[in-house]
């Protein structure tokens, strides 16, 4: 029997990307740097995990000479470069510009409604989580999920399973009765290696990633309801196991 949804945020309950890369190229601006990222670049930039992460491995991207002596002064800067970007975004996402994509809203309420819990598993922040369900959802939007996971109490980032299984325990539901939501390659692969069945929405920063391992790919919720879920899940566990395979370990599985 189904349980629980677990959803990932950026990209999945609303598309969030272009607006992240406006507020890191704000960012950049606000604090004199030469950086402006386009869109190609941030696609690609997108498979590194996590706001500081991505903006470090750019970083040593443009200056690979960089040495460890200086890493202070550089974190210090991705520090501030980070907390620019996070008031900017908030500041937009507060004034209404994003909206959840098409039929989470109507999702989550159905679950809610039906005694199937709600969770929350993402690597961004929780100032970022907290700006887009109150404006989407209002002030109580808390009340909502039974757990949330985020870059401040699960730091190793997707693909690593870390703030998945910390979802989980919080939670203490089998794996197997929960279905996740996500967008992209390194989320599905979370997911997938914590043991949920995933259902992927893919968006235009995503759609080339590879989601053969996915319970499902649509456009967008907006057709699904709990019951199809239900049934997903039920075919899924219903297909005969593989024979067990040794363990691989998931890839940026190092702290960061």
Known sequence: MLTALIFDV???????????????????????????????????????S????????YWRMVQPEMKEVDSGAVRDTVARLHEVKTAYYEQVVGSGALSLRPGVLALMQAAYNQG????????????????LLRSAIGPDWRSFFLAIGDA?????????????????????LDPAR?????????????????????VITPTSYTAQHDFGAALRVLPDLSQLSLAQLQQWLSECQ?????PPQPAAKPRGATRR
């Open 10 to 48: 950026d990209g999945t309950l609303a598309d969030t990307e272009s607006l992240h890369l406006e507020a890191f190229n704000h960012a950049f601006a606000h604090e004199g740097l030469d950086w402006h990222w386009d869109v190609p670049l941030y696609t690609r930039l997108l498979d590194v």
């Open 50 to 57: 996590g706001g500081k992460e991505r903006l470090l491995h």
């Open 116 to 131: 199937v819990q709600l969770a929350i598993a993402t690597t961004t922040s929780p100032v970022n989580i907290a700006a």
């Open 152 to 172: 401040s109490n699960a730091p190793i980032k997707k693909p690593h399973p870390q703030v998945y299984l910390k979802v989980l325990a919080d939670m203490r």
């Open 178 to 198: 929960c279905i996740a939501f996500e967008d992209s390659a390194n989320g599905l692969q979370a997911a997938t290696a914590a043991g949920l069945a995933t």
């Open 238 to 242: 219903a297909e005969p196991s593989s």
